[in-house]
């Protein structure tokens, strides 16, 4: 059993940061991947932003340059800053984690994310 908190989300106008968190409990152990998908309405999900037990990242077009991704092996969380946000970024915002030995990902609740122009 897994379990996924996700904080952070909210309402901000265009140009302003937002900072989430996803902290992973439960059955997990060792090697994983974690990041952040995000869907809009009427619109399919997309990666956001992955991190590998390592360390190595990989951020989805449409961010980079803009968003960071930052993990704590330790505390098993990961963090997703948000710069020079746009109205395009808005959306429900879900962690994802997933270890090579698992037959599947886990995903949280989702947060909402707005931004107003």
Known sequence: QVQL??????LVQAGGSLRLSCAASGSISG?????????APGKQR???ALISSSGSTNLGDSVKGRFTIQ?????NTVYLQMNS???ED???YYCYIRSPG???PYWGQGTQVTVSS
Do not use: C, F, H
């Not at 908190?5 to 909210?10: K, L, N, P, R, Y």
């Not at 090697?31 to 869907?39: A, D, H, L, V």
């Not at 993990?71 to 505390?75: A, E, G, L, Q």
């Open 31 to 39: 090697t994983k991947t974690m990041g952040w998908y995000r869907q």
């Open 85 to 87: 946000l746009e109205p």
């Open 46 to 48: 997309e990666l956001v």
């Open 90 to 92: 808005t959306a429900v």
């Open 5 to 10: 908190a996700e904080s952070g989300g909210g």
């Open 102 to 104: 698992w037959i599947r």
């Open 71 to 75: 993990r704590d092996n330790v505390k």
